[in-house]
Nanobody
């Protein structure tokens, strides 16, 4: 079994910063890559925010470029999302995923609320 656990969410004022963490553990031989999605309160679908790719590159949704940075610690199967200059539209539940083989494993999500 694989467990994915996020942490670091919270309430912050617009312009502030938060750092999210995500750790994968369990029966892991090799993680292909990990990344972050989010779901805004008024939306049904999750949106890709930032992710590593199988080639080791990083991808960001346009709305967070220059403000968010994804990083990782491969030895600990952990990724981070440094979020700066937060805006009210960044509010939502942030979900971490780990692509292992052909499967995606998801965390339960961590809430980020940005007050304007």
């Amino acid at each position: 079994q694989v467990q994915v656990v996020e942490s670091g969410g919270g309430l912050v004022q617009a312009g502030g910063s938060l750092r999210l963490s995500c750790a994968a553990s369990g029966s892991i031989f090799s993680i292909n890559y990990m990344g972050w999605y989010r779901q805004a309160p008024e939306r049904k679908q999750r949106e890709l925010v930032a992710t590593f790719t199988s080639g080791g590159n990083t991808l960001y949704v346009d709305s967070v470029k220059g403000r968010f940075t994804i990083s990782r610690n491969n030895a600990q199967n952990t990724i981070y999302l440094q979020m700066n200059s937060l805006k009210s539209e960044d509010t939502g539940v942030y979900y971490c995923f780990a692509r292992i083989g052909l499967n995606d494993y998801w965390g339960q999500g961590t809430q980020v609320a940005v007050s304007s």
